[in-house]
């Protein structure tokens, strides 16, 4: 079975009621797992309750993980959402997932997987940011290496942007982070399709994956671009569907669909993930 690893934070998402494991790379491992792949979590958590609780759920959840427990705080965000059920985060600084260490269990994971995802968050910090550089030296010549850009609050920069989609082979962004993008590499004349065509080209990427929320989405490669209306559903809370998305694609193209047949099935999980509420729901067998 192919090995497909989130790598980056890990966290307790807080709303006003409760709370729930979160943070875009695990949340990405879990849904690969939820469709028939092995899938890792690669983080770190404190040496708290809030750690032990997120082991718990892993276990729960059957997902597997390699993550160490380290002397900082076990990472926590506060969640908001406005009246469309889309969230707004207030990310706390300084934490566990900032500081995850490259062991040689990292090592071999990396030598062995399939498919990694990565994005900016856990970049802000130059423990984990060097973490995710040595695993993406590691990995296969082959492996797909996912930039899952999630720009966050003021967490990330011209330069760690530029790196990762050097490292990368597969952009995945939404389109407010294509205007995000626009400005950081002086594009804002060129419109959200032909700013994802110039990153394509410029990085040399095999695809770029853009998702609109209730807009659509969009898939680009070199050779062609794949369009699909996001279904209407009851929204519950968006958080996770990007996730959910890209693990769904992903999962299809090692299963040797194609591109259509690959974001078809994106589209259709995402839409079910925002009819749950939290990241991690359970799939139905019918995805």
Known sequence: MKTIVG??????DVFPEKKILGGAPANFAYHASQLGFNGYAVS???NDLLGDEILSSLSEKKLDYLIERIDFPTGTVQV???????PQYEICENVAWDNIPFSSKTEELARTCSVVSFGSLAQRSEISRATIHRFLEAVPSDALKIFD????QHFYNREIVH????RCNILKINDDEVAAVALLFDYAKLSEQDVCRNLLQTYNLKMVI??????GSYVFTTDETSYLDTPKVEVVDTVGAG???TAAFVASLLRGKSIQEAHQLAVDVAAYV??????????PQIL
Do not use: H, Y
């Open 7 to 12: 790598l980056g934070e890990i966290l307790w």
């Open 44 to 46: 770190a958590i404190g």
């Open 80 to 86: 908001t959402l406005d009246e469309k059920g889309v």
């Open 149 to 152: 850009i999630n720009l966050r």
């Open 163 to 166: 790196d990762s989609l050097q």
């Open 210 to 215: 853009e998702t609109k929320g209730d807009k």
């Open 243 to 245: 996730d959910a998305f």
């Open 274 to 283: 925002c009819t749950q509420s939290g990241a991690m729901p359970q799939m």
